[in-house]
């Protein structure tokens, strides 16, 4: 079970943990892979507060680790999760409310992160062959890119028509694939497109994930540091001495995506509606303040000496007084209470591992060719580790996936997903018997 502290404050029973029985524990943590026991632990503890971002990380951290069926169940689930909020239809609308702290709603992500689950789910889709759902999949990450709560944006997120394009090229659909690139030739100008002939998709991640903080009650994104570059190189078995090598092209920025609203700087956005609130909130003060004017008018003492007609003409003016201070102390609550909910706290939970950059290129290659070498360069060209791939072949076409950095979160809790005290305290694991083992959860975090 996770064990928690008592956290102090306003922080709701939402945000804390809970504490499941060790054989509860136990059933849940048998099938997963042992690398993942403490974070899924985590997971089981947090709910569905967290589920979201709990199932991203980990679908992400059992594909690295070629757990595909775990992977998907998790990505499927976190799927399922946006799109009961984030679906493109009235009911969906009806339930992005802003009434609710961000802090305490069940955590969605970012359009970047909504984005990206798709992505993962689309290559889980690839590996296996089904190139018609991946190509689904890639199109439902679009879609998202064009999510901002009840804002519009351009979709600019050009990996995804990229790997559309991909899907349908691989399902043997050309002039859907014509169109897919066509959009992505829109919004990437330099990227080359796949030939004809290209059978294998190669896609490097290099650097690590964008990083939200708080700036009052905005949130700001940052990025976590330098990114690297990858070269691409492979051999023939007949003639391993003759290497053929390429330079991996940018598909994708995440954090641009993550800082941008279809092009438009984050901040401005966050801007104009911390500018929003302001004028709610000051619009509920005025309310409120004639609220209490037409109070004290309504509760006037009469005078001494006051005649029958001026008695009549007073209750009036005091009875309609009463119902205006009434009309205003309504405006002026709910206009301070709206203008409350609208970022009144930032949510600076993410998705910690994911990369910062996507790369990659197509290549022709024959089928004897079954590993890739990516060797991983520094920002300035030096080598910083090469790493064979094997070609996952499916259909007509192969798939290599490799990323430089960490891929199981180093924390198995996600940066802000509970109280600080939380945050810090021990997971503890249920051993065989019937003590239990002690791990601590690393106090070392995602860069803030």
């Known amino acids: 079970m996770v064990v928690a502290g008592l956290a102090s404050g306003c922080v709701t029973a939402r945000e804390q943990e809970t504490s499941p029985t060790p054989a509860v524990v136990r059933a849940y943590l048998d099938d997963k892979p042992a690398e993942l026991h403490r974070h899924f632990a985590v997971a089981l503890a947090q709910g569905d507060r967290n589920r979201v971002l709990n199932h991203m990380r980990l679908g992400l951290a059992a594909f690295a680790l070629g757990r595909d069926r775990l992977a998907e169940q998790l990505l499927d689930d976190a799927l399922a999760g946006i799109e009961a909020v984030y679906a493109d239809n009235e009911e969906a609308r009806k339930a992005r409310g802003l009434w609710t702290g961000e802090t305490v709603k069940d955590f969605k992500g970012e359009p970047y992160e909504r984005v990206m689950a798709y992505y993962y789910r689309g290559l889980l ?40 394009g991909w899907a349908a090229h691989c399902s043997g659909n050309q002039s859907l694939a014509a169109e897919d690139f066509k959009e992505f030739r829109a919004l990437n100008k330099d990227a080359p497109l796949p030939r004809d002939k290209d059978n294998v998709l190669v896609l490097v991640e290099t650097g690590s994930a964008p990083v939200k903080i708080s700036d009052g009650p905005r949130l700001k994104i940052k990025r976590s540091g330098a990114t690297e570059t990858a070269r691409i190189s492979w051999a023939d078995p007949e003639h391993p001495k003759d290497r053929s090598a390429g330079d991996a092209i940018l598909l994708e920025d995440i954090f641009r995506q993550a800082s941008t609203r279809g092009g438009r700087p984050f901040d401005s956005i966050l801007e104009g509606k911390a500018e929003y609130k302001d004028t709610a909130d000051t619009v509920g003060n005025v309310a409120l303040i004639g609220a209490a004017v037409a109070a004290k008018v309504a509760t006037e003492r009469p005078r001494r000496r006051e005649t029958k007609e001026q008695r009549e003409v007073r209750q009036q003016a005091q009875a309609g007084a009463a119902m205006i201070g009434l009309g205003l102390a309504v405006v002026g609550g709910l206009s301070k209470l709206f203008a409350h909910s609208i970022e009144a706290q930032a949510d600076t939970r993410y998705w910690d591992n994911l990369s910062d950059r996507v790369q990659g290129l197509t290549l022709a290659l024959p089928d004897k060719v079954a590993t890739l070498s990516v060797e991983f360069q520094s920002p300035g060209g030096a080598p910083l580790e090469a790493v064979e791939s094997p070609i996952l072949r499916a259909g007509k076409c192969g798939l290599v996936w490799a990323r430089h950095g960490q891929t199981v979160p180093r924390n198995p809790r996600a940066p802000n997903s509970v109280p600080p005290d939380v945050m810090a305290s021990p997971i503890v694991l249920p051993a065989a018997e019937a003590k239990p083992a002690v791990m601590e959860a690393k106090s070392k975090e995602s860069p803030q």
């Open 125 to 164: 889709y690839m590996k296996a062959g089904d190139y018609e759902n991946a190509r689904a999949s890639f199109k439902g990450g679009l879609l998202q890119d064009a999510f901002a709560e009840e804002d519009q944006y351009r979709a600019d997120f050009a990996l995804m028509p990229f790997l559309q």
